[in-house]
């Protein structure tokens, strides 16, 4: 691995202020690309942008809406250029029973979790596409994986992650004949600020930092032969 390997790389990085998405867009951006970050939250993004010396871009948004993926990639592609790395890290968490989970809640879990994947996706593609090169990593969750017995109150959010792992075994059928590779990775319990809301203050098994580097292997040409899969990324 080259600490240049993303040298003259463009990457976006939803869900960048905190946790996965955080350490990966910083891995990036030491090892050469110029990254730009989006969250809800423009004054966190810009406190991790700071020190990245104007390799990074904070653009603050909500992921689901369409309007702010424009955005995003507008500023990007005004500043970096074209997106050749996406990074679909945004996500939520909302643990409930069920039969207390409204409608309302139901469709705001698929609309961060899924839709928001399908809009920064659906806009990065034209290019990748023109280009005939360009790789996509979706960050799901082994509660999404079909087999692993689920806890109990994570049924949104279980359904959801399925749905993304679903989303990057069917994209990449797609578009591996145009150049773009799609991968998706599954963590278990990872240390970060929604792990530690949703668990109760249970310990994690791994790091934000352990799975970012899986989600820069998979973005990098070292693994142009990885397409269509979910890596599981977690200590048993």
Same mark, same amino acid.
């Given at each position: 691995m080259s600490p240049h390997e993303f040298e003259n790389r463009v990457? +976006?990085?939803?869900?960048?202020? %905190? #946790?996965? #998405? =955080?350490?990966?867009?910083?891995?990036l951006a030491l090892r050469g690309a110029r990254v730009a970050i989006f969250a809800r939250s423009l004054k966190t993004?810009?406190?991790?942008? %700071? &020190?990245?010396?104007? =390799?990074?871009?904070?653009?603050?948004g909500d992921v689901s809406d369409e309007s702010? +993926? *424009? =955005?995003?990639?507008? *500023?990007? *592609?005004? =500043?970096? #250029?074209?997106?050749?790395v996406l990074i679909?890290?945004? #996500?939520?968490?909302? &643990?409930?029973?069920?039969?207390? %989970?409204? &409608?309302?809640?139901?469709?705001r879990m698929f609309a961060v979790n899924v839709r928001g994947t399908y809009l920064a996706t659906r806009r990065a593609l034209p290019s990748m596409i023109a280009r005939r090169a360009g790789a996509i990593v979706n960050v799901a969750s082994i509660s999404g994986v079909i087999g692993p017995e689920k806890f109990p109150g994570f049924v949104s959010y279980c359904?959801?992650?399925?749905?993304?792992?679903s989303m990057t075994e069917a994209l990449a059928v797609e578009v591996k004949e145009v150049g773009v590779r799609v991968n998706s990775v599954s963590p278990g319990s990872?240390?970060?600020?929604?792990?530690?809301a949703a668990s109760g203050g249970a &310990?994690?098994?791994?790091?934000?930092?352990?799975?970012? *580097?899986?989600i820069c292997f998979l973005a990098s040409d070292r693994a142009r032969a990885v397409n269509g899969q979910d890596v599981h990324v977690y200590s048993s």
């Open positions: 990457a +976006i990085v939803t869900g960048g202020s %905190t #946790g996965i #998405g =955080r350490a990966t867009a910083e891995m993004l810009q406190q991790v942008a %700071t &020190p990245h010396d104007g =390799r990074m871009l904070a653009v603050g702010s +993926i *424009e =955005r995003l990639f507008a *500023e990007t *592609e005004s =500043r970096f #250029g074209d997106c050749d679909n890290c945004a #996500g939520m968490i909302d &643990p409930k029973a069920l039969i207390v %989970t409204a &409608p309302d809640a139901w469709d359904a959801s992650k399925a749905a993304v792992i990872v240390d970060t600020k929604m792990w530690a &310990p994690a098994a791994t790091t934000a930092e352990e799975v970012a *580097e899986v």
